[in-house]
C-alpha cells in the first residue's frame, strides 16, 4: 500500500535568507519533493524605467547604479556605451581602460557574491562567505579610491569618465592583482573539491543548452551549459578586441558547472585587468567637449553588454530633447530566472535553495 | 564582430518566406505586420540561413497614437542580430499582438512585463497577467498619459 500525502503549498520568501532579497516562490512540496514552483516578484520594483524619462541622459546613471547593486560598474558600462552610440560620442581611450579595469573588477566582485551566499545557501553558514567579503573588500576599497563611492559608484560618464584615478590607485590595484590569484587557489581548495559541494551540486538542477538560448538565458549559465557565448568575445565593445583572455566553458550545465565557471571567470578577469595596466596610457579621461546635458539626436539604440550575470543591455530612444524617451534595460537576472520552475520541479527542497543560488540573480535588477 | 542587419537587407531575407508579411523598414529595423508575425518569427528562427534562435530583448515604445513593439533577435551560429517591429493600439485604442511564446521562451517574463507596465496585450500567452506590480492596480505607469 503507497501512502497518499496531500501536497502542501508553502510560500518561500519575500524575507528568506535564502532569496537573495525579496524574492518569492510559492511552492507545492509533496513530502520532501518540489511539485510546482511559481514565482511572484515586484516586491522591490522602483519604477527606474519611468523615473529614467524624467531625467537628463547623465542623471540616469545613478539610476543604473541601483539597479544590479552589486554590480554598479557595468550597468553604468553598459548605459553609457548605449548613450554613447545614440548620440555619436567617441570615448577618450584612457577612459575606456579605466572603464575596463572598473568592470573587470566589479565582474570579480560579484562572482564573489555569487559563489559565498550558494555555499551559504549550502548550509556552510557565514564562514566561507567572509572569505569573499574580505577580498569584495578590497575591491571596493579601489572603487573608494576612483571615485569615492563603494556601492552606489555613478562613475562612467558618455566620454570616458568623470574623474581620474589618484597615483596610490596603481600601488593597491598591483597589491590586488598579486594577492588575488592565491585567494582563488584558496577558494579552489577550500570549495570546488569539498564532498559535501560536490554530492549536493553535481548532476542537479541540469539544463539543456538548446533549451537555455531559446529561453534568453546569458552569461555563466550558459557558458556552463557549453555554449560559447561571450560578448566580449564574440560582439567586442571597449577594447575587449585588444586583451586576450580564454572563455571558461563546461558541458555539465549542473550546479557544480555553473559555480566552476564563476571561480575560472574571476581569474581571466585578473587577466583582462593586467593587460589594461599595462596597455593605459596618460591622457584625458573623458572628452570636455560633450556637455552634461546631452541632446542626442532623434532615434535608438541597443547595446549588449557581457555583464558578470548575463547580457545587460539598454535600448534607448531619444526624441531629441535631454532626456531619454523610452529607456529599456534587457535584465540579465530576470531572463536567467525564465527556467527556474523546470529546473526546480522534482528536487528536494535544500537542493531547490541551491539550484537558485547558481542562477545567481540580483533583485534590485530582477524588479528593476 | 556581431553584425546587424540592415533594415532593408532583412525585409528582403523574411519577403523570401513570407511575401507581404512585412510592411516597411527602417535604417535597421522592419517593420512586420502583426497579423503575420507568428509566421514570421517561426520562419526567422527555424530558416538555417537566418537562424535567429534567441530573442534578446523584447520591449513596448509608446508613441503617443499607436505603441511599438520591439523584437531584437540574435543568431548565435552566424552572430548577427536583427530588429523587428511591431505597430499595433493605432488612435491608443485596444493594444494587442500575438505572443511568441511558442517559439522563443524567453518572450514568457518579456511579454507579462510589456503587459504589466505598458498595457500591451500579447495574444496566446498562457500566463498573461502582471509581473511587477500587484492583481487590481489600476493603469498602466509606462505610458505616456499615466499620472500619478
Known amino acids: 500500500m503507497t501512502l497518499q500525502s496531500e501536497p502542501v503549498i508553502v510560500n518561500v520568501g519575500p524575507q528568506h535568507p535564502s532569496t537573495h532579497g525579496v524574492l518569492r516562490m510559492r511552492v507545492a512540496f509533496d513530502g520532501e519533493t518540489v511539485t510546482d514552483a511559481e514565482m511572484i516578484i515586484g516586491y522591490l520594483h522602483r519604477g527606474s524605467e519611468k523615473l529614467a524619462e524624467e531625467r537628463t541622459f547623465t542623471q540616469v546613471i545613478t539610476l543604473t547604479d541601483r539597479m544590479d547593486y552589486v554590480a554598479a560598474m557595468t550597468n553604468n558600462q553598459a548605459y553609457v556605451l548605449s548613450v554613447e552610440k545614440l548620440a555619436g560620442i567617441e570615448p577618450m581611450p584612457r577612459g575606456v581602460y579605466l572603464r575596463m579595469i572598473s568592470a573587470e573588477l566589479q565582474r570579480i566582485a560579484s562572482h564573489l557574491m555569487a559563489v559565498g551566499f550558494l555555499l551559504q545557501d549550502l548550509g556552510a553558514l557565514a564562514t566561507p562567505l567572509m572569505y569573499m567579503f574580505r577580498e569584495r573588500e578590497d575591491i571596493l576599497d579601489l572603487f573608494e579610491l576612483m571615485c569615492g563611492a563603494r556601492i552606489t559608484v555613478s562613475y562612467h560618464r558618455p566620454s570616458g569618465v568623470f574623474q581620474d584615478v589618484p597615483d596610490e590607485f596603481w600601488g593597491r590595484l598591483r597589491q590586488f592583482l598579486d594577492g588575488m590569484p592565491a585567494h582563488i587557489d584558496e577558494y579552489e581548495r577550500l570549495i570546488s573539491g569539498n564532498e559535501i559541494v560536490l554530492s549536493r551540486m553535481r548532476g542537479v538542477g541540469v539544463l539543456d543548452p538548446d533549451v537555455m538560448v531559446n529561453a534568453s538565458i546569458t552569461g555563466p549559465m550558459l557558458r556552463a551549459g557549453g555554449v560559447d557565448w561571450d560578448l566580449r568575445h564574440r560582439a567586442p565593445y571597449e577594447f575587449y578586441d585588444r586583451v586576450s583572455f580564454d572563455r571558461p566553458i563546461m558541458d555539465e550545465s549542473d550546479n557544480y558547472a555553473r559555480y566552476l565557471v564563476r571561480v575560472y571567470e574571476m581569474r581571466e578577469a585578473l587577466k583582462i585587468v593586467e593587460q589594461c595596466v599595462e596597455q593605459i596610457e596618460p591622457g584625458p579621461v573623458r572628452d570636455p567637449d560633450v556637455p552634461f546635458v546631452l541632446r542626442p539626436p532623434v532615434g535608438e539604440s541597443y547595446v549588449g553588454i557581457e555583464g558578470p550575470k548575463g547580457e545587460l543591455g539598454f535600448y534607448l530612444v531619444s526624441d531629441g530633447g535631454i532626456s531619454p524617451y523610452r529607456c529599456k534595460v534587457r535584465p540579465p537576472s530576470l531572463l536567467n530566472l525564465t527556467l527556474l520552475r523546470e529546473m526546480v520541479i522534482g528536487l528536494p527542497m535544500a537542493d531547490m535553495i541551491v539550484t537558485f543560488g547558481t542562477v545567481d540573480v540580483n533583485m534590485g535588477e530582477v524588479d528593476r | ?148
Open chain 2, 1 to 148: 564582430m556581431s553584425v546587424l542587419y540592415r533594415g532593408e537587407e532583412l525585409q528582403a531575407e523574411i519577403e523570401k518566406f513570407a511575401p507581404g508579411a512585412t510592411t516597411g523598414h527602417s535604417e535597421d529595423a522592419v517593420h512586420v505586420d502583426a497579423g503575420q508575425w507568428l509566421d514570421v518569427a517561426q520562419g526567422l528562427k527555424e530558416r538555417e540561413e537566418l537562424g535567429f534562435a534567441a530573442l534578446t530583448l523584447l520591449t513596448t515604445v509608446d508613441y503617443i497614437d499607436h505603441f511599438e513593439v520591439v523584437y531584437h533577435l540574435r543568431s548565435l551560429s552566424h552572430n548577427r542580430t536583427g530588429v523587428i517591429k511591431l505597430r499595433c493600439g493605432e488612435g491608443r485604442g485596444d493594444a494587442a499582438v500575438p505572443s511568441v511564446i511558442s517559439v522563443w521562451r524567453g518572450a514568457d517574463l518579456q511579454e507579462r512585463e510589456a503587459y504589466d507596465l505598458m498595457g500591451v496585450r500579447f495574444e496566446g500567452h498562457p500566463n498573461m497577467k502582471r509581473l511587477m506590480l500587484w492583481e487590481g492596480f489600476e493603469g498602466h505607469p509606462l505610458r505616456k498619459d499615466y499620472l500619478r
